[in-house]
């Protein structure tokens, strides 16, 4: 059974720095893209950051790109997402995903950017 756990959120001050973890198990993570999205009160899911199974490329929305880096160790299972300078906007739970053919999710991990 696929199971993702999230880890690393908290509160964060503005320009600071953070990083999330996603431990995967119960699939062969390394045939998996590895995805964070972001869920702000009131608003959808929206995707932050992926990476392929592969290579591996990378993606970012526009409004954390150059701030935020995600990675992958196969080795460990785990996908991390890099926070630097996060911004009050940036307050959100982050959910894991890993996607191919289907979507496993974690249950997410509540970030809080505050001064």
């Known amino acids: 059974q696929a199971h993702l756990v999230e880890s690393g959120g908290g509160l964060v001050q503005p320009g600071g720095s953070l990083r999330l973890s996603c431990a995967a198990s119960?699939?062969?993570?390394?045939?998996?893209?590895m995805n964070w999205y972001s869920q702000a009160p009131g608003k959808e899911r929206e995707l932050v950051a992926g990476i392929t199974s592969t290579e591996p490329y990378t993606n970012y929305a526009d409004s954390v790109k150059c701030r935020f880096t995600i990675s992958r160790d196969n080795a460990k299972n785990t996908v991390y997402l890099e926070m630097t300078s996060p911004k009050h906007e940036d307050t959100a739970v982050y959910y894991c995903n890993a996607r191919r053919y289907v979507d496993y999710w974690g249950k997410g991990t509540m970030v809080t950017v505050s001064s």
């Open positions: 119960g699939f062969t993570f390394s045939l998996y893209a």
